[in-house]
C-alpha cells in the first residue's frame, strides 16, 4: 500500500515492526523478502514515483578536493531509487575482493564469496539476469571465443546486463498490493531517536516539504537510502552522540569509495578478427546480453600486489558517426523527440555500429582500433569520506560534504594494468595497446571520473574501531539498527555494485526475519 506521508496528520506517530528508511534496489528488496510474515513494514521514500526538483534538490552537497559530479545528479531521489537511472551492468565480486590482502589497507570482508553465493543466485533473478556465468568459459558452448592470451596473467569474464530492471516499477504492484507494508512517499527521514545511553533507536522522525511531519516507531531499523545518505543519516544523529549515532570511534562517513572510470586513455589496435565480438557488442542469450572483460587474475595481483582492474573494450566508431551524435543532442534541445525522430537516430546508431566493424566498401578492415574503458577498484582509504557541512537543505538537515581522496595504490594500478595488456597482447599476436596515462608520478588524467558507485561510507568490521556495521549489517552498539545497501561494502572491487546489494538486502532479510520470528 502507498500512502502520501503529507496526509499523514502532523505530529502523528506511525508504528510498525521494521521501519525501512529508502526504497531503492536494496529498501524494496528487503521489505518484498519479508511480506507474509505477520510483521507491519513501514517504508519510506523520500520521493514519487517520477522525478520532483524539489525533492532531487535534497541531494545537493559540497565538493571539498578532487573534481566529482555534483551530488544531486550522481543519485536518484524517487522511488526505485538510483535504479530508475542504472544502465544494468552486474557482476559478482571476485573471491579476492573479500580476502584480506596485506598489500590493500583495510582490505578484507567479514566472510567470502562462498558464503554470498546462494544470495547472489537469488538476485540474479531479482534482477531479470540469466543464468549465473560470469566467465568467458561459461559461454563457450555457445560458440563464444575467448580472447587468446598466453599465461595466466589476464583472464576473461563477463558483465550480465538486467533489462535494465527498474526496481521501482518492477516490484511497484508488489508494494502496492502488500498488505502488510505501507510504503509511504514524500517521508523525508530527518533524524533516528534515541534512548539515554543510545542502545538502541526507539523512532525515525519524518518531515514533508509541506512543512508537516510525524515519527515512525518500530521494533527493527534498517537506512537504506544509499552510500551516501545512509551515512549522512547516523551523522545528523547526534542529540545523544554528538558525532552522530555509531560513530563512537569516528568511522561513519569514512572510506568513501568509487570505481574509477578512465575513458581514452588506452587505445587497442588488433590484427582483425582476434578480439571476438564478446567483448563488444556482446553475445545474447535467451535475449539476455553477456559482454566479455579482460581483467587482472588473483595470482597477479597477489604477486605484483595490485588492486582489482577490468578493461572494456569499444570499437572506435568511424569519425563521421560525430553526427550521428549531434543530431540526437539537437533533435532533443528542440523538445520531446518524436518515435519517428527516435527511429530514424535508431537506424543511424545502427550504421555507425556496423561501419565500426566494417569499411564502408564492405570490408573486413585487416586493423581494427579499439576504445579501453578502465575500471578499476579503489583502494579503501580512510581519508576519502562524507562528513556534514554548515549549510542546511530545505527540511533543515545539513548538507553533506564530499572528500574523495585517492592513493597511490589506486595510479600504480592502472599503470601496471596498461603494461600488462601491452605486453601479452602483443605476446599472443593480437595487437598492442597504445597508453595515454604517462608516466606513473604524473597527475591523473583529466578524464578521470567516478562512476557514481557510492560505497565503504558505513562499512563492515567485526571490531567497531575499524568499522560501522558488523558482519550482520547491525550498527555496532545500537541493537536494532541496521544497514542495507552498498555503504557497507568494506571494499569495492572492479565490479557494478547492484547485484552485490541485492545479495546483500537477501542476505539481511534473511536475519531479521530469523530475529523477529
Known amino acids: 500500500m502507498f500512502v502520501d506521508a503529507r496526509t499523514v496528520p502532523d ?61 544531486d545528479s550522481a543519485r536518484t531521489r524517487h522511488f526505485g531509487g538510483t535504479t530508475n537511472e542504472w544502465a544494468g551492468e ?47 568459459a561459461d559461454w563457450h558452448e555457445e560458440g563464444v571465443r575467448p580472447i587468446a592470451v598466453h599465461g595466466e596473467r589476464i583472464r576473461s569474464h563477463a558483465f550480465h546486463y538486467s533489462p535494465p530492471t527498474r526496481f521501482g516499477e518492477v516490484y511497484r504492484d508488489d508494494v502496492a498490493r502488500a498488505t502488510d507494508i505501507t510504503a509511504y512517499l514524500g517521508a523525508n527521514a530527518v533524524d533516528l531517536e534515541t534512548l539515554t545511553p ?14 508537516s511531519g510525524f515519527r515512525v516507531k518500530a521494533r527493527v531499523f ?46 587497442i589496435l588488433a590484427r582483425d578478427g582476434s578480439i571476438s565480438d564478446f567483448y563488444t557488442s556482446g553475445h545474447w542469450s535467451g535475449g539476455r546480453r553477456v559482454r566479455g572483460i579482460l581483467g587482472l587474475s588473483p595470482d597477479l595481483q597477489r604477486r605484483e600486489r595490485l588492486t582489482n582492474y577490468c578493461a572494456v573494450l569499444d570499437v572506435e566508431p568511424p569519425r563521421w558517426a560525430g553526427r550521428v551524435w549531434r543530431s540526437l543532442l539537437r533533435a532533443l534541445r528542440r523538445g520531446p523527440a518524436s518515435a519517428g525522430v527516435l527511429a530514424h537516430l535508431r537506424t543511424d546508431l545502427i550504421r555507425t555500429a556496423v561501419a565500426a566493424r566494417l569499411n564502408i566498401a564492405g570490408r573486413e578492415p585487416s586493423v581494427r582500433r579499439y576504445l579501453v ?19 542546511r537543505d530545505q527540511v533543515g538537515c545539513p548538507r553533506v560534504v564530499l572528500r574523495w581522496r585517492l592513493t597511490a595504490i589506486d595510479k600504480r594500478t592502472a599503470h601496471r594494468a596498461h603494461e600488462i595488456l601491452e605486453e601479452d597482447l602483443g605476446r ?42 558488523d558482519a550482520d549489517c547491525r550498527v555496532h552498539g545500537i541493537a536494532n539498527l541496521y544497514i542495507a545497501g552498498s555503504s557497507v561494502f568494506p571494499t569495492s572491487g572492479s565490479a557494478n555494485p547492484t547485484l552485490t546489494v541485492v545479495a546483500l538486502a537477501l542476505r539481511l532479510a534473511e536475519y531479521v526475519r530469523h530475529r523477529l520470528d
Open 11 to 71: 505530529g502523528s506517530l506511525v508504528e510498525a515492526d521494521v521501519c525501512i528508511v529508502g526504497a531503492g534496489a536494496a529498501g524494496i528488496t528487503i521489505a518484498r523478502e519479508l511480506r507474509a510474515r505477520s510483521l507491519r513494514m513501514v517504508l519510506l521514500e523520500s520521493g514519487w514515483f517520477t522525478p520532483d526538483p524539489a525533492t532531487q534538490s535534497l541531494y545537493a552537497g559540497e565538493i571539498d578536493g578532487r573534481r566529482y559530479f555534483p551530488l
Open 90 to 136: 552486474c557482476r559478482p565480486l571476485d573471491a579476492l575482493d573479500f580476502e584480506q590482502r596485506d598489500w590493500v589497507r583495510d582490505s578484507g570482508w567479514p566472510f567470502g564469496l562462498a558464503h554470498l553465493l546462494p544470495f547472489y543466485e537469488k538476485a540474479q533473478s531479482l534482477c531479470q539476469l540469466g543464468p549465473f556465468a560470469y566467465t568467458a
Open 198 to 211: 543510545p542502545a538502541q533507536v526507539s523512532g525515525v522522525r519524518v518531515a514533508c516539504l509541506s512543512g
Open 222 to 267: 534498517i537506512l537504506a537510502a544509499g552510500g551516501i545518505e545512509n551515512a549522512r543519516l547516523l551523522l545528523m544523529a547526534n542529540s545523544v552522540q554528538p558525532a552522530g549515532l555509531g560513530n563512537s570511534h569516528d568511522q561513519v562517513g569514512r572510506y568513501f569509495m568509487e570505481h574509477l572510470y578512465l575513458d581514452r586513455a588506452a587505445t
Open 373 to 391: 574503458k578502465n575500471v578499476m577498484e579503489q583502494a579503501p582509504n580512510p581519508e576519502s569520506r562524507i562528513v556534514l557541512g554548515s549549510d
Open 428 to 469: 599472443a599476436g593480437i595487437g598492442h595497446l597504445r597508453s595515454a596515462l604517462g608516466k606513473e608520478g604524473d597527475p591523473w588524467p583529466s578524464t578521470l571520473r567516478g562512476a557514481r558507485h557510492h560505497m565503504g561510507t558505513t562499512r563492515m568490521h567485526a571490531d567497531p574501531r575499524r568499522g560501522v556495521v
